[in-house]
């Protein structure tokens, strides 16, 4: 969810470097905040990283309205 102010919110997610999910939101007029979700399925090996990285200046707000989610399958 982003922050208010008109600031944005911006989440990526990184495979070895490879950015492969980006999701993004900001607020609306009238001071509504918009929300984003994205989904993505990894097939991860041994020694491989994944990160992810929110955008330099921007604002998601904390608990309970942003989240991240991981599954071992």
Request: aromatic share 14%; net charge positive; glycine share 14%.
């Amino acid at each position: 969810m982003a922050g208010n102010d008109k600031q944005i919110c911006s989440a990526s997610i990184y495979h070895n470097g490879s950015k492969k999910m980006v999701t993004y939101s900001s607020e609306g007029k009238g001071g509504y905040h918009e929300v984003a979700s994205n989904t993505i399925v990894l097939s991860l090996k041994l020694n491989d990283q994944v990160w992810i990285w929110l955008k330099s200046g921007g604002y998601c707000y904390g608990y309970p309205n942003t989240g991240f989610s991981g599954w071992k399958l």
